[in-house]
């Protein structure tokens, strides 16, 4: 009997869950473009601590922590390390600025929220919320382009890679539709989740995207992407992640820009699409004062309305060498375990490097959410049929 009672409260609970995460995505796609508007853009991060609530009552009273837990705890300590680092910046130049509290709790809420649902909901719902998450947001960027038929068409006709142009490119949802991607193109089985985010990847038009998508179609014929990396390679790709930082950091130095732009007939501006210039506003200026993580985007928005947009330089401004250091280990010490998800991980980094998503609270929800499932969730229901990949 209370087995059945318990059976009976677990489906309550979990089917609550589904329901506010399942809000809390409706909330985050139909009003990414309030992104700076008040409540309206804080209300996603209260719907997802809300769902947390739940979760975590679940947990507690089940005592369910294990699903994910060397992970949280890994990224845990990076989100330690960037505020100690920003208070010792911080009590050094006798300032501060809030944006470094938004940029940790920009970290926290990710991981915090699918370690919460990993932890509460079965693969078979977690299938369910993802699908989901896809197909409202396809909707939610229809809704953001707003293009009639014949216009849309035309604005597939007019796509063009080497030019990296497209009239359907969006920013909002290009961390959504390469996230679900990720996810859909290990788990095959939903050929419609498969098909709609290799659409949705090619619609938001983002070059390193579009191309990692296609690899990520193939990649199954290279080699076996379920087996553990091996520890020597795993430490060679963190060297060459942190040695790749600083190299790009040198080369966005104005003074460096110059001298490859002469010695190869190349301009870096276009090459960067601006950003050697966006570098250019923040390297060494007097005025500017580093008080940690969210220092720069801080310092930048207020004056020149743009963002630095590289991740990996703007943490190496912000939080040291020796923050990104622990950042590079620790994120991929949670992917040392499946070469799938390892090269999930190199994608994000490659794009941190060159583009900015750190802060892209949703999209790293629906990352997690697919490494855990990979390492913690490949058999479904315990004793069901496996639902890894189907070619």
């Known amino acids: 009997m209370i087995s059945k009672n318990r059976k009976s409260n677990t489906i ?8 506010i995460y399942s809000i809390t995505v409706l909330i985050q796609v139909f ?22 609530g739940v979760c975590i009552f679940y947990m507690n009273k089940y005592k369910k922590f294990k699903i994910f837990q060397y992970e949280f705890k890994s990224i845990l300590w990076i989100i330690i390390s960037f505020a100690i680092i920003s ?31 990993l932890n509460t909901l079965d693969k078979r719902k977690i299938d369910k919320v993802m699908i989901f998450t896809l197909i409202v947001s396809i909707m939610g960027y229809l809704v953001e382009i707003n293009m009639g038929v014949s216009e849309f068409i035309q ?19 290009a961390g959504i539709s390469i996230s679900t991607a990720m996810y859909f193109l290990y788990y095959r089985s939903n050929k419609l989740g498969s098909i709609l985010s290799i659409i949705f990847v090619i619609l938001t038009f983002k070059r390193l995207a579009i191309v990692f ?62 950003r050697t210039y966006r570098f250019k506003l923040i390297y060494n200026r007097a005025n500017f004062i580093n008080t940690g993580l969210g220092s720069t985007y801080s310092y930048m928005m207020n004056l020149y309305k743009v963002s630095l947009e590289m991740d990996m330089i703007k943490l190496l401004i ?37 583009s900015h998503s750190l802060t892209s609270v949703f999209s790293w929800v629906i990352f997690y959410i697919t490494i855990g499932c990979i390492l913690y969730k490949n058999d479904l229901n315990n004793n069901k049929k496996s639902k890894k990949i189907v070619y």
């Open 155 to 173: 604005a597939l006709l007019s796509m063009s890679f080497s030019d990296s142009y497209s009239m359907l490119e969006s920013s909002t949802f």
């Open 213 to 274: 998508m296609i690899f990520l179609i193939f990649v199954h014929k290279i080699f076996n992407c379920n087996k553990k990396v091996n520890h020597t390679l795993l430490n060679y790709i963190k060297i060459g992640i942190i040695l790749l930082t600083f190299g790009y950091f040198t080369i966005m130095i104005p003074e460096n820009v110059d001298k490859i732009n002469n010695m190869f007939n190349i301009d870096l501006y276009k090459l960067t699409m601006s």
């Open 31 to 52: 009003t990414a473009k309030y992104e700076n508007s008040g409540f309206m853009s804080q209300l996603k991060y209260i719907m997802f601590l809300a769902t947390c």
């Open 318 to 354: 912000e939080v040291t060498p020796i923050g990104v250091i622990i950042f590079v280990n620790n994120m991929f010490n949670t992917v040392k375990k499946n070469w799938y998800c390892m090269i999930l991980m190199l994608f994000q980094f490659l794009n941190l490097i060159t």
């Open 12 to 19: 309550k609970v979990s089917s609550l869950i589904v329901f």
């Open 87 to 117: 208070i010792i910046r911080s009590l050094y130049v006798k300032s501060f600025t809030n944006r470094t509290i938004q940029e940790l709790l920009f970290l926290l809420i990710p991981i915090l929220v699918s370690y919460c649902i």
